[in-house]
């Protein structure tokens, strides 16, 4: 049928062409996607917060330097190895960001560890790595590992444990992995010990702090050096600059900085009668640690100088007036760590649990207070 | 005068129309035009007439009257006979078709002046041409744009005796693709991973389907040939531009379809021709299923519009024609094909962790030249040389992308998919090491369930598989005419093949004790073939004759092992003759193909007769060879109606199946072991496309059972003689092949409204021109195979239950327009229209898509019991709704149970139990 220009049977057609075009300019319809499950609330959002809920043991919390979330170690017991998997958690508490395991090729045939993870200022991560065979006291193989961004995965051994420093007796075991600028990472070097401290007793593992160690990363190969003067360190953190840390020693209610250039030391705060400090932690100038609650330091026939720590209480310093604050909260702590901002501490809560033991004395059933061995995760405000 | 019985009265129609048309015995991509000229009132004989094709001499008639223009290109042609002292008549518009021998007959008036010819509009009966022996069924390029089909597999699994791309119960890949008179076969796992090349349909001429004793030209097929004759430019530069969408439809009929076909073609310079076309098509769900909607409203799929997600598959096909002409009545003719097909595979394990989930990416390419040498065409003794030379490369890989998939229009994405490891496989590397990227899966934690169960995660299986085939082949084909009466075919072909595997399985874990090490081959297969044929009609009786020898050498790596270079001889005979108007055709034939090369190694998968295993390879294999016998009687029972019936028998022996190795009942080889039987009766009923309307209607009737001797297997079907109490071990046992299915109708109905009826709106008659055409088929069930719950084959011969029947109605409308002169159409295409949910598949244990409550519940308290730990608050597994004390964590048979049940019901959905949905196009094409 001819058509002439700009009839209605033009036009008419012309519509109808067109409109298939528009027809193939439309979207298509989205195939059936499942919404995200997690949450960014807390279960209780009563100070302190409960981050976590795990069974099992949650520790070694760090901050990613933005604030936004905490990174941890999470050991799975409903993992037929029981890795130790890295965790990330928002900052407010929730759902699990992401729960990395299965870092060896065996997967499931063997235990994986992420301890101590840390994330540096330019997103590398730091942790230390560990594997062995399911149900074994100690892991076989253990390092410290570096990944170019925040995939343990793709993470390279850069430092062997156990290794020998000329001079020190030598390190079997790393705690508490600290960034110190780009291409340093600070530790404590240590001595692991297991035990067993009566019949039917649980297995104690007792770690050791020998001295803090320094893992030079900017050349071909890592180096590792002791820092002299920390003999019997018992924790370590980043000063405010790349040059600084803070750490303290074992049986000492003081706090130390070190300006790592010229080994200049000095006493930034004395907790003094509030016990022995430890685990300390630095950040927008104020200063976290545990200080006192059930630690102590003794030389022990076979270990030699060791503190025995199930914990304390988490002490604030504002670094500019050396006010001191300390966190009420339930149980005792471990490990805290202050948010980039030096608003918030999250640390390692271990309850306080009474139950029943025999006392041969009275030959009764006494209450009895122990600590549990296994820590959640709690979140402080630090006003 | 022409012989009107001839001609007159055979609408032109008769040719467009037809889908389905016996025709010659040879299956090509040309045809012949042969008969008698005569003197008009003495129907004496008349001899030295010269008879012309297109205004070129194309033979001369002998003594008798008779000639015969050979090689003779599908398409129309006006063909004339002329001599001096008579008047010469013009047959306009002769259809030649591919492989057929148009019968055309003249009777000229003497004629002492010289007038202008006659010319007569010359419709061609070719149904009741006793010369056409083969049963071939054609499909046109103007079929697959008038009935709702997309490609040319879909319309030839419209012929009877076809269920999907099977023929005759044979196994997928047992026939063969002729592509301008070129064999092209993908001979390493035709089986399971197709052709890997698709002709654009807008380049598609003609093609057929040929199911009995095809002429001894061809080989390497069991169950029947494809010949597709691609089209060759025009006079002048013509095309075609056509998009189709799904997208205005929204909701569940759309599929994210987008498809784009484009042709053009015409003449360049000096006599060159040049033609091309290209089809781009694209839909986010490449699969879709019918599958009913979870009953769980936690279930995504619930509220979704039923599209899978990573479900997309696009396909980039293009092909271009060059023909040139050279001196002396030669031509060039040089096709390129390119294809390329990628898809995202829904795997349900994969249904909340879906970068995942397996994706493959296969791709083809063709480049195929014909020179034709004609000697003494206006002689008696003409004799045409077909030389063809061809590359086919075939590459196939599967595995895990490397990165997002992003698309671009729909589900196009104009690039190509890369996998993790894509280089190790090309590489072959045969290093036990894992591979890099590839990492192990766990349990997802992203389901509405949260319980680590079913569902995986975080990392692919770390399968990877990759394969490439390479042919080069020379075929020489000759047609002599110098013997009176009898046409001679003859000639040869040579390939020398390229096999190179690589597979991997679990690929994040090194190869040792538990993990297989990589899969390789690399051999270099030879196969070589002649044949002779002769092809005779005296009076009504036509005789074809040929025998064919094929011979391959698998030349596999391991020296020793092969069985080296393998014959066989092959027979193919065919006599047919008119009785009172019918056209009766009784043929024979013996056909062998090599095996498929994935079972000369090892970890192929699936087998002729039983699928789903993982077996050893066996490099001794030999040929599988069928024979067949068929009867067929053509008749019209009126003028415009045709009524085709054929029988036929066929026996397939040397099937490569599985068979034991040794005493271990878990290990087998391959080897020729199985042998089946398929006959089956084909019925075509056809009324031609006249008044607006026209129909056909095609039966088949099939029974394909194999024959085993497998120990194993007699196992299974031992008897007891209710009389004597004897155990009965019977020597061997039958039961359907894979795709048996026993009954097959399909109806086509076309029509077409008169141009000038019905009202008018806005100055438009919108049914005035309209075309439609219906599709309605229904098919039995295939049959499958029962098992217990433990996956163990229930007692009994395989395959022996029956999927239910199924049935579809597509439907496609078109509106002819014109635009500023462009003529072009709208058109719809709806497929199952009625929306029938049809079955496909059901799980072997139940004979049902569902699985049943005591195996879901089965599965859940496994799961639990595997893993009954709390979930606490924080982490990913953790749903709020399912902790009923609000304690912060899911813990014990109340809390937890019940999200594995929700899992297990969610994992066991039979999502591909059903076939597809309604699913519906818009279309709009311009010819220019």
């Given at each position: 049928?001819?058509?002439?220009?700009?009839?209605?049977?033009?036009l008419?057609?012309?519509?109808?062409?067109?409109?298939?075009?528009?027809?193939?300019a439309?979207?298509?319809?989205?195939?059936?996607?499942?919404?995200p499950?997690?949450?960014?609330?807390?279960?209780?959002?009563?100070?302190?917060?409960?981050?976590?809920?795990?069974?099992?043991?949650?520790?070694?919390?760090?901050?990613?330097?933005?604030?936004?979330?905490?990174?941890?170690?999470?050991?799975?017991?409903?993992?037929?190895?029981?890795?130790?998997?890295?965790?990330?958690?928002?900052?407010?508490?929730?759902?699990?960001?992401?729960?990395?395991?299965?870092?060896?090729?065996?997967?499931?045939?063997?235990?994986?560890?992420?301890?101590?993870?840390?994330?540096?200022?330019?997103?590398?991560?730091?942790?230390?790595?560990?594997?062995?065979?399911?149900?074994?006291?100690?892991p076989?193989?253990?390092?410290?590992?570096?990944?170019?961004?925040?995939?343990?995965a793709?993470?390279?051994?850069?430092?062997?444990?156990?290794?020998?420093?000329?001079?020190?007796p030598?390190?079997?075991?790393?705690?508490?992995?600290?960034?110190?600028?780009?291409?340093?990472?600070?530790?404590?070097?240590?001595?692991?010990?297991?035990?067993?401290?009566?019949?039917?007793?649980?297995?104690?593992?007792?770690?050791?702090?020998?001295?803090l160690?320094?893992?030079?990363?900017?050349?071909?190969?890592?180096?590792v050096?002791?820092?002299?003067?920390t003999?019997?360190?018992?924790?370590?953190?980043?000063?405010?600059?790349?040059?600084?840390?803070?750490?303290?020693?074992?049986?000492?209610?003081?706090?130390?900085?070190?300006?790592?250039?010229?080994?200049?030391?000095?006493?930034?705060?004395?907790?003094?009668?509030?016990?022995?400090?430890?685990?300390?932690?630095v950040?927008?100038?104020?200063l976290?640690?545990?200080?006192?609650?059930?630690?102590?330091?003794?030389?022990?026939?076979?270990?030699?100088?060791?503190?025995?720590?199930?914990?304390?209480?988490?002490?604030?310093?504002?670094?500019?007036?050396?006010?001191?604050?300390?966190?009420?909260?339930?149980?005792?702590?471990?490990?805290?760590?202050?948010?980039?901002?030096?608003?918030?501490?999250?640390?390692?809560?271990?309850?306080?649990i009474?139950?029943?033991?025999?006392?041969?004395?009275?030959?009764?059933?006494?209450?009895?207070?122990?600590?549990?061995?296994?820590?959640?995760?709690?979140?402080?405000?630090?006003? | 005068?022409?012989?009107?019985?001839?001609?007159?009265?055979?609408?032109?129609?008769?040719?467009?129309?037809?889908?389905?048309y016996?025709?010659?015995?040879?299956?090509?991509?040309?045809g012949?035009?042969?008969?008698?000229?005569?003197?008009?009132?003495?129907?004496?004989?008349?001899?030295?007439?010269?008879?012309?094709?297109?205004?070129?001499?194309?033979?001369?008639?002998?003594?008798?009257?008779?000639?015969?223009?050979?090689?003779?290109?599908?398409?129309?042609?006006?063909?004339?006979?002329?001599?001096?002292?008579?008047?010469?008549?013009?047959?306009?518009?002769?259809?030649?078709?591919?492989?057929?021998t148009?019968?055309?007959?003249?009777?000229?008036?003497?004629?002492?002046?010289?007038l202008?010819?006659?010319v007569?509009?010359?419709?061609?009966?070719?149904?009741?041409?006793?010369?056409?022996?083969?049963?071939?069924?054609?499909?046109?390029?103007?079929?697959?744009?008038?009935?709702?089909?997309?490609?040319?597999?879909?319309?030839?699994?419209?012929?009877a005796?076809?269920?999907?791309?099977?023929?005759?119960?044979?196994?997928?890949?047992?026939?063969?693709?002729?592509?301008?008179?070129?064999?092209?076969?993908?001979?390493?796992?035709?089986?399971?991973?197709?052709?890997?090349?698709?002709?654009?349909?807008?380049?598609?001429?003609?093609?057929?389907?040929?199911t009995?004793?095809?002429?001894?030209?061809?080989?390497?097929?069991?169950?029947?040939?494809?010949?597709?004759?691609?089209?060759?430019?025009?006079?002048s530069?013509?095309?075609?531009?056509?998009?189709?969408?799904?997208?205005?439809?929204?909701?569940?009929?759309d599929?994210?379809?987008?498809?784009?076909?484009?042709?053009?073609?015409?003449?360049?310079?000096?006599?060159?021709?040049?033609?091309?076309?290209?089809?781009?098509?694209?839909r986010?769900?490449?699969?879709?299923?019918?599958?009913?909607?979870?009953?769980?409203?936690?279930?995504?799929?619930?509220?979704?519009?039923?599209?899978?997600?990573h479900?997309?598959?696009?396909?980039?096909?293009?092909a271009?024609?060059?023909v040139?002409?050279?001196?002396?009545?030669?031509?060039?003719?040089?096709?390129?094909?390119?294809s390329?097909d990628?898809r995202?595979?829904?795997?349900?394990?994969?249904?909340?962790?879906?970068?995942?989930?397996?994706?493959?990416?296969l791709?083809?390419?063709?480049?195929?030249?014909?020179?034709?040498?004609?000697?003494?065409?206006?002689?008696?003794?003409?004799l045409?040389?077909?030389?063809?030379?061809?590359?086919?490369?075939?590459?196939?890989?599967?595995?895990q992308?490397?990165?997002?998939?992003?698309y671009?229009?729909?589900?196009?994405?104009?690039?190509?998919?890369?996998?993790?490891?894509?280089?190790?496989?090309?590489?072959?590397?045969?290093?036990?090491?894992?591979?890099?990227?590839?990492?192990?899966?766990?349990?997802?934690?992203?389901?509405?369930?949260?319980v680590?169960?079913?569902?995986?995660?975080?990392?692919s299986?770390?399968?990877?598989?990759?394969?490439?085939?390479?042919?080069?082949?020379?075929?020489?084909?000759?047609?002599?005419?110098?013997?009176?009466?009898?046409?001679?075919?003859?000639?040869?072909?040579?390939?020398?093949?390229?096999?190179?595997?690589?597979?991997?399985?679990?690929?994040?874990?090194?190869?040792?004790d538990?993990?297989?090490l990589?899969?390789?081959?690399?051999?270099?297969?030879?196969?070589?073939?002649?044949?002779?044929?002769?092809?005779?009609?005296?009076?009504?009786?036509?005789?074809?004759?040929?025998?064919?020898?094929?011979?391959?050498?698998?030349?596999?790596?391991?020296?020793?092992q092969?069985?080296?270079?393998?014959?066989?001889?092959?027979?193919?005979?065919?006599v047919?003759?008119?009785?009172?108007?019918?056209?009766?055709?009784?043929?024979?034939?013996?056909?062998t193909?090599?095996?498929?090369?994935?079972?000369?190694?090892?970890?192929?998968?699936?087998?002729?007769?039983?699928?789903?295993?993982?077996?050893?390879?066996?490099?001794?294999?030999?040929?599988?060879?069928?024979?067949q016998?068929?009867?067929s009687?053509?008749?019209?029972?009126?003028?415009g109606?045709?009524?085709?019936?054929?029988?036929?028998?066929?026996?397939?022996?040397?099937?490569?199946?599985s068979?034991?190795?040794?005493?271990?009942?878990?290990?087998?080889?391959?080897?020729?072991?199985?042998?089946?039987?398929?006959?089956?009766?084909?019925?075509?009923?056809?009324?031609?496309?006249?008044?607006?309307?026209?129909?056909?209607?095609?039966?088949?009737?099939?029974?394909?059972?194999?024959?085993?001797?497998?120990?194993?297997?007699?196992?299974?079907?031992?008897?007891?003689?209710?009389?004597?109490?004897?155990?009965?071990?019977?020597?061997?046992?039958?039961?359907?092949l894979?795709?048996?299915?026993?009954?097959?109708?399909?109806?086509?109905?076309?029509?077409?409204?008169?141009?000038?009826i019905?009202?008018?709106?806005?100055?438009?008659?919108?049914?005035?021109?309209?075309?439609g055409?219906?599709?309605?088929?229904?098919?039995?069930?295939?049959?499958?195979?029962?098992?217990?719950?433990?996956?163990?084959?229930?007692?009994?011969?395989?395959?022996?239950?029956?999927?239910?029947?199924?049935?579809?109605?597509?439907?496609?409308?078109?509106?002819?327009?014109?635009?500023?002169?462009?003529?072009?159409?709208?058109?719809?295409?709806?497929?199952?229209?009625?929306?029938r949910?049809?079955?496909?598949?059901?799980?072997?244990?139940?004979?049902?898509?569902?699985?049943?409550?005591a195996?879901?519940?089965?599965?859940?308290?496994?799961?639990?019991q595997?893993?009954?730990?709390p979930?606490?608050?924080?982490?990913?597994?953790?749903?709020?709704?399912?902790?009923?004390?609000?304690?912060?964590?899911?813990?014990?048979p109340?809390?937890?149970?019940?999200?594995?049940?929700?899992?297990?019901?969610?994992?066991?959905?039979?999502?591909?139990?059903?076939?597809?949905?309604?699913?519906?196009?818009?279309?709009?094409?311009?010819?220019?």
């Amino acid at each position: 049928m001819p058509i002439v220009p700009g009839s209605p049977t033009d036009l008419c057609r012309l519509a109808l062409a067109g409109g298939a075009f528009l027809a193939i300019a439309c979207g298509h319809t989205d195939p059936f996607s499942a919404p995200p499950f997690g949450t960014t609330q807390p279960f209780d959002p009563a100070p302190p917060v409960r981050l976590t809920f795990n069974e099992s043991a949650d520790r070694g919390a760090s901050w990613l330097p933005d604030g936004s979330a905490i990174l941890y170690s999470a050991q799975q017991l409903g993992r037929r190895d029981h890795d130790v998997c890295l965790a990330e958690l928002p900052a407010s508490g929730g759902s699990q960001r992401r729960l990395v395991c299965n870092l060896s090729a065996f997967g499931d045939d063997s235990t994986n560890a992420v301890e101590s993870p840390v994330l540096s200022a330019d997103g590398r991560l730091a942790y230390v790595k560990s594997s062995g065979r399911i149900g074994a006291v100690s892991p076989e193989r253990e390092a410290v590992a570096v990944a170019p961004g925040p995939d343990p995965a793709s993470a390279a051994d850069v430092q062997p444990i156990p290794y020998t420093i000329p001079g020190e007796p030598r390190h079997n075991a790393v705690r508490q992995l600290r960034w110190q600028g780009a291409d340093r990472l600070v530790f404590i070097g240590a001595h692991v010990a297991y035990r067993v401290p009566c019949q039917f007793c649980e297995m104690d593992t007792i770690v050791s702090g020998l001295k803090l160690g320094v893992l030079d990363l900017s050349g071909t190969g890592a180096a590792v050096s002791a820092l002299p003067g920390t003999d019997f360190a018992s924790s370590v953190a980043r000063g405010p600059t790349d040059d600084e840390i803070y750490f303290t020693l074992g049986g000492d209610s003081r706090v130390f900085r070190r300006v790592l250039s010229s080994g200049a030391t000095d006493v930034v705060h004395d907790f003094g009668a509030a016990g022995i400090a430890r685990d300390v932690h630095v950040a927008a100038g104020r200063l976290a640690a545990v200080v006192g609650g059930r630690v102590a330091f003794s030389v022990d026939p076979e270990l030699g100088p060791t503190q025995w720590d199930s914990g304390g209480i988490v002490h604030v310093v504002d670094l500019s007036s050396a006010a001191d604050l300390a966190l009420d909260g339930p149980g005792l702590f471990r490990r805290p760590a202050l948010s980039p901002e030096g608003g918030r501490v999250v640390a390692e809560g271990y309850p306080l649990i009474i139950e029943l033991v025999f006392d041969p004395v009275t030959g009764e059933q006494v209450p009895d207070t122990t600590v549990a061995r296994d820590a959640d995760l709690y979140l402080f405000g630090a006003p | 005068m022409m012989s009107t019985r001839r001609v007159c009265g055979r609408a032109l129609p008769l040719a467009i129309a037809g889908l389905v048309y016996a025709a010659g015995a040879a299956a090509q991509s040309e045809g012949a035009v042969a008969g008698r000229v005569r003197e008009s009132g003495t129907a004496r004989a008349l001899a030295g007439v010269q008879v012309l094709v297109d205004g070129r001499v194309g033979s001369v008639t002998d003594t008798a009257g008779e000639y015969r223009v050979r090689a003779v290109r599908t398409g129309w042609h006006r063909v004339a006979a002329r001599l001096i002292g008579f008047r010469g008549v013009v047959l306009d518009s002769v259809f030649v078709r591919s492989g057929a021998t148009v019968s055309a007959n003249f009777e000229l008036e003497p004629s002492a002046v010289e007038l202008a010819p006659l010319v007569v509009t010359a419709p061609i009966d070719e149904l009741l041409d006793p010369l056409a022996t083969s049963t071939e069924q054609k499909i046109t390029a103007q079929d697959l744009r008038d009935l709702p089909v997309s490609s040319l597999e879909e319309a030839v699994a419209l012929s009877a005796g076809a269920v999907g791309q099977s023929y005759r119960g044979g196994r997928i890949g047992e026939e063969s693709f002729i592509l301008d008179g070129l064999g092209v076969k993908n001979q390493l796992d035709a089986a399971t991973g197709g052709l890997g090349l698709r002709l654009p349909p807008d380049l598609l001429g003609e093609a057929s389907l040929v199911t009995n004793g095809f002429s001894a030209r061809y080989g390497q097929a069991l169950s029947g040939l494809v010949n597709v004759v691609t089209r060759d430019p025009g006079d002048s530069w013509e095309g075609r531009a056509a998009v189709e969408t799904d997208r205005p439809f929204g909701g569940t009929l759309d599929h994210g379809l987008d498809r784009l076909a484009l042709r053009a073609g015409g003449p360049v310079a000096g006599g060159v021709g040049f033609v091309a076309a290209v089809d781009l098509a694209g839909r986010l769900d490449d699969d879709p299923v019918n599958a009913p909607l979870p009953e769980d409203p936690r279930d995504p799929r619930t509220g979704g519009p039923g599209l899978l997600p990573h479900n997309s598959g696009e396909q980039w096909n293009g092909a271009a024609k060059l023909v040139v002409p050279l001196t002396g009545g030669t031509t060039l003719r040089v096709l390129g094909v390119h294809s390329e097909d990628q898809r995202l595979l829904y795997d349900p394990a994969y249904k909340y962790a879906l970068d995942f989930a397996p994706a493959q990416r296969l791709r083809g390419d063709l480049i195929s030249g014909h020179l034709q040498l004609r000697a003494g065409s206006a002689s008696l003794r003409p004799l045409i040389l077909d030389l063809r030379a061809s590359r086919f490369v075939r590459e196939f890989l599967r595995g895990q992308l490397d990165g997002a998939v992003d698309y671009q229009v729909g589900a196009l994405t104009g690039s190509r998919f890369h996998f993790v490891g894509e280089e190790l496989a090309r590489a072959q590397d045969p290093a036990p090491s894992s591979v890099p990227g590839l990492t192990r899966p766990d349990l997802s934690d992203q389901t509405p369930w949260g319980v680590p169960a079913f569902f995986l995660g975080g990392a692919s299986r770390g399968d990877l598989g990759w394969n490439r085939y390479g042919e080069t082949r020379f075929q020489l084909d000759g047609t002599y005419g110098g013997i009176r009466s009898v046409d001679l075919f003859f000639g040869g072909e040579f390939s020398d093949q390229q096999v190179r595997t690589y597979q991997r399985v679990l690929g994040f874990l090194a190869a040792g004790d538990t993990v297989p090490l990589p899969a390789i081959s690399a051999f270099s297969p030879r196969n070589v073939a002649g044949y002779v044929e002769a092809q005779t009609r005296v009076a009504d009786l036509a005789v074809t004759l040929g025998v064919r020898y094929d011979q391959y050498d698998a030349r596999t790596a391991s020296a020793g092992q092969a069985r080296g270079t393998q014959r066989s001889v092959s027979p193919r005979f065919a006599v047919s003759t008119v009785l009172r108007g019918a056209t009766v055709v009784a043929s024979f034939g013996r056909f062998t193909q090599a095996p498929d090369y994935q079972f000369l190694v090892d970890a192929a998968f699936d087998d002729t007769t039983r699928t789903g295993r993982f077996r050893r390879g066996n490099p001794n294999l030999g040929f599988e060879q069928a024979t067949q016998y068929e009867f067929s009687v053509r008749i019209r029972p009126s003028e415009g109606t045709s009524l085709r019936m054929g029988v036929y028998q066929k026996r397939l022996t040397g099937l490569v199946a599985s068979v034991p190795l040794g005493l271990n009942p878990d290990s087998t080889i391959f080897g020729n072991a199985d042998a089946a039987t398929a006959r089956g009766l084909e019925l075509v009923a056809e009324r031609e496309l006249r008044n607006g309307y026209g129909l056909r209607l095609a039966y088949t009737l099939q029974d394909a059972k194999a024959t085993s001797t497998d120990p194993f297997l007699l196992n299974r079907v031992i008897s007891v003689d209710p009389t004597t109490g004897d155990t009965i071990r019977p020597a061997h046992a039958e039961f359907p092949l894979d795709y048996d299915q026993r009954h097959t109708f399909t109806l086509i109905a076309r029509g077409k409204a008169p141009e000038n009826i019905g009202p008018r709106l806005l100055g438009v008659r919108p049914i005035a021109g309209l075309e439609g055409a219906v599709i309605v088929r229904a098919r039995s069930g295939l049959p499958f195979t029962r098992v217990d719950s433990a996956g163990v084959p229930v007692s009994g011969p395989p395959n022996d239950s029956r999927l239910p029947w199924s049935s579809t109605v597509d439907l496609l409308v078109r509106r002819p327009i014109r635009l500023g002169g462009t003529t072009g159409g709208v058109y719809l295409d709806v497929r199952n229209l009625l929306n029938r949910r049809n079955v496909v598949a059901v799980r072997r244990d139940t004979g049902q898509p569902l699985a049943d409550e005591a195996t879901i519940t089965g599965m859940a308290e496994a799961a639990y019991q595997a893993h009954p730990e709390p979930i606490p608050y924080e982490s990913a597994r953790y749903r709020a709704g399912a902790d009923l004390n609000g304690d912060g964590y899911l813990a014990g048979p109340d809390e937890l149970l019940p999200l594995y049940l929700a899992a297990a019901r969610d994992f066991v959905q039979p999502i591909f139990a059903y076939g597809a949905p309604r699913l519906a196009r818009l279309g709009i094409e311009l010819l220019f």
